[in-house]
């Protein structure tokens, strides 16, 4: 399974920016896909995950109303449209792939395949 995720750069505060993330074939066995991201000196955290069987997602907090992850028609592709951004959203932002159970859907290690990271920096 190869993820390739894209889009991220450098914003202003209340611009918006959408990630990609490109999912080879294989990854049909995968029920979820998520974005994460990590900040210097932080840990990876959960920002939004998208279920194949029935479309459900899933968000953070920090993201629940400013982010909106989709996929796209093919299914091989998966989106975060990040709105509104502020600086703290400031980090590498990365894909996942796997089949994690709903309580473990926010959690990094219940996800099988990542893609590398995209860095996204928001300025004040």
């Known amino acids: 399974v190869q993820l390739q995720a894209s889009g991220g750069g450098l914003v202003q505060a209340g611009d918006s920016l959408r990630l990609s993330c490109a999912a080879s074939?294989?990854?049909?066995?995968?029920?979820?896909m998520g974005w994460f991201r990590q900040a210097p000196g932080k840990e990876r955290e959960f920002v939004a995950a998208?279920?194949?069987?029935?479309?459900?997602?899933y968000y953070s907090e920090s993201a629940k109303g400013r982010f909106t992850i989709s996929r796209g028609n093919a299914g091989n592709t998966v989106y975060l449209q990040m709105d509104s951004l502020k600086p703290e959203d400031t980090a590498d932002y990365y894909c996942?792939?796997?089949?994690?159970?709903?309580?473990?859907?926010?959690?990094?290690?219940?996800?099988?395949?990542w893609g590398q990271g995209t860095l996204v920096t928001v300025s004040s």
């Open positions: 996942a792939a796997g089949s994690p159970i709903v309580s473990a859907i926010r959690t990094p290690t219940a996800y099988r395949y």
């Open positions: 998208l279920r194949r069987d029935g479309g459900y997602t």
């Open positions: 074939a294989s990854t049909a066995s995968n029920r979820v």
